[in-house]
């Protein structure tokens, strides 16, 4: 799976990974990938949520609110949390589901949406980008862009 992410998507999980150790997480949680997501403010994922008329600045503030700061010992090796993994493996999936043979931004957005119960999912829909207007918007930029 990890070759299909496109270079954008592969640096959002970096950066997740620097936040995870910025907050002390021995694993990387999906708190820590949407705002590994949103760092990069020319990716297909925060072009969908702009355009939905949400502010990084916003969701990173509400994010950062909740996630728990802990002191661990220096972590060299970062490890996805169960429910990390679970947004990658959406991500692949909802990919395969639209027909596409990479995995982008927009597809670890939604996979980040897909974790059941998840904050990532609660904090988005409550700033009004749930699932479903994340799936048109990008439908929608799919569509402009071929």
Known sequence: MWNRLTE???RAVYHADDEARRYGSSSVFPDHMLLGIIVDPNSVAVRILTGLGLSMDT???EIVKDIPK???GKQDKMELSPDGRKALDN???AARELDNSYIG???LLLGLMRVSDG???RLL???GAG???ILKAMTALQDEDS
């Open 131 to 133: 699932e479903e207007a």
């Open 59 to 61: 969701v990173r503030t």
């Open 91 to 93: 991500a692949y999936i």
């Open 119 to 121: 904050r990532v999912n």
């Open 125 to 127: 829909t409550q700033l």
């Open 70 to 72: 802990t002191l661990v």
């Open 105 to 107: 931004t927009e597809h």
């Open 8 to 10: 954008r998507t592969r």
